[in-house]
Each structure stands twice: as C-alpha cells, then as structure tokens.
C-alpha cells in the first residue's frame, strides 16, 4: 500500500498528470525561470498542481478537493504511472540484498554538470563497497534509480550465472 501510494504522489506522476492538464501553460513565472525552460521543469510543474490541489481545498473544503483528486486527479496519475508497475529499482534493490543478506548498499554522487537549470547527475551505487552500478539523470533521485536498475540488471546476471 505504501509503495503504491508512493508512486501515486511520486514528482513523475504528478508532472504527467499536470501535463495532461495541460497546467504549464497557466503557470505565471519570474524572467529568469521562463528563460530557463521552468515550464518543463518536473519539480516546478508537480509543485504547481499540488497548489493547486491546496487552493482548492483552500476554497471548497475537502469535499470539494476529494471530489477533483478522486474525480480527475486520481485518474490521471493512474494514467501516469501507465506500466510502471515497480517502478522503484532502489526499494527492489534494498528488498533483494535484504531477503539474500548479501550486504550493504549504500548511493553516492560521482558527479554533477551543467548550469544549474539543466544539471545532469551521476549516481553510483555500492554493495558493501563493491560498484554494480551507475547512472545519469536530471535529478540526484533519477540519477540512483537508473544505477539501481542497472545494478539489479547485474546481480540477476551474477545469478543466471553469466
């Protein structure tokens, strides 16, 4: 259940649905942020719709938000999640080393580059200090969860026996 409602209220759920919203196209941004392409930017679009999930609760009362967030919202963040299915590599990652005792993992950033509107992360990940994986993404999170896809890609390698 939580994993489910995790990937429900996930930043790429909510940037999708507000997408299909079509809400980047109403947002009122500063110079420098609409320069910068702040219109794609998932944190500042998922940002905006949670608001304006608040200003309606603000306005209407609860009922008046459930009935939008079950009504409209809820839909399309199901839609978002399409296949995802367990989309989360890093919780399968943990559960696997976990159930099999094989160590310690533990994420670190190899490095960051670009300007600060469009950086790009390189995570790795380590069990018990050994690398099995690594990757890039825009945001330090996306960045963890390709290395750990990768890193389950291996370690299911290791067990096939390749």
Known sequence: ????????????????????????????????????GGREKPSIVSDALEAVIGAIYQDGGLEAARSVVVGTILKLLEAAQGDAGDKDCKTSLQELVQRDHMGTLRYELVSQAGPEHHKVFTMRVLLSNREIGSGTGSTKQSAGQEAARRALALLSKEADGE
């Open 1 to 36: 259940m939580t994993r489910a409602r995790a990937r429900l209220v996930c930043e790429e759920a909510l940037f999708k649905a507000a997408l299909a919203l079509e809400l980047p196209a109403y947002l009122r941004l500063g110079n420098g942020e609409e320069l910068s």
